[in-house]
């Protein structure tokens, strides 16, 4: 079996623990949206161990313990109950549909957050904005309870709500609160990716890199239409200037994302792409003009 407590985390055990439903396991996301501010005022982050007592010993707070409570500025857990027991931040009304409950495991996840909270003088529109530290450690540990990489009903990227019980009552993986049946939160706005998806979190200026990057991928299936507007030559020479202007952005995506990629590695993989671009448009520009 796998870790009822995640490793690493603060063991405050509210009690009461109770048996899950079976069935597909799921993860809820939360933010614990302690305070409302706004861009033009943001408001300083709640202590962490306000919410810790809150969840943990308060007796109005402990009625709403999730199992994690997360802190993505220091990476620091406290856990409240043990991950085979249902716990209690999710609305679940007398009859209808079970929802903390609704799983072999829900494993429901209050990330120490509020948009526009301030941290050592920096102000976090959304949960993504934060260094979201102790995630892969987190992430980890609920893979490890087998729920999938998967949002069933997408991965939240505002506080729009939209619940579907039918999805829920037969879909495991990931759901926003706002994508509960029962509940009306609309939390948590935003949630970290899977290693899979990382390009989601980039900045707009990575995001536009990354796609100057994609384009000298498609570059690689360019095929000479012989069109007769400009001559071989005259694609061939604007295509290697793209190709400049591309390299130049591997290279600033790589320094900007530092140590989190191998910097050697990326730019390899463009000059090879390159390579082969160039193999394809010398095959084009003198083999059988297409139509
Ligand atoms: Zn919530």
Redesign the pocket.
């Known amino acids: 079996m796998p870790d009822l407590w995640m490793p690493g985390a603060t063991r405050l055990d509210v009690g009461g623990h109770a048996s899950t439903d079976g069935g597909k396991p799921k993860a809820i996301a ?2 614990t ?1 302690d305070r409302n501010a706004t861009a033009a005022k943001p408001q300083d982050l709640v202590a962490y161990e306000n919410l810790q007592s809150w969840f943990g010993r308060n007796p109005s707070g402990i009625p709403s313990a999730p199992h994690i409570l997360w802190d993505p500025f220091t990476g620091r857990f406290t856990q409240f109950l043990p991950a085979n027991s249902r716990s209690k ?1 999710l609305a679940d009304r007398a009859g209808g549909t079970r929802t903390n409950r609704a799983g072999a495991v829900v494993l429901q996840v ?1 990330a120490l957050f509020f948009p526009y909270c301030r941290v050592d003088g920096k102000v976090y529109p959304r949960l993504i904005d934060t260094p979201c530290k102790g995630w892969p450690q987190l992430l980890a540990w609920i893979r490890s309870w087998g729920v999938p990489d998967f949002w069933p009903m997408g991965r939240p990227t505002n506080f729009n709500s939209r619940r579907s019980e039918e999805t829920w009552r037969t879909t495991g993986g990931w759901y926003a ?1 706002a994508h509960v049946p029962e509940n009306d ?1 609309q ?2 706005g935003s949630w970290p990716a899977f290693a899979t998806e990382e390009e989601d979190d980039m900045t707009p200026e990575q995001a536009k890199q990354l796609a100057e990057i994609r384009s000298l991928v498609r570059f690689g299936t360019w095929g000479y239409k012989g069109a007769g507007q400009v001559d071989a030559w005259a694609i061939l020479n604007s295509l290697s200037t793209q190709l400049a202007a591309q390299t130049a952005a591997v290279k600033a995506l790589a320094g900007q994302l530092g140590n989190d990629v191998d910097t050697a590695t990326v730019v390899a993989a463009v000059e090879r792409a390159i390579a082969e671009a160039t193999v394809q448009v010398n095959v084009d520009v003198t083999g059988p003009t297409n139509s």
């Open positions: 939360h933010i949206w931040s209050e609160h939160h939390d948590p």
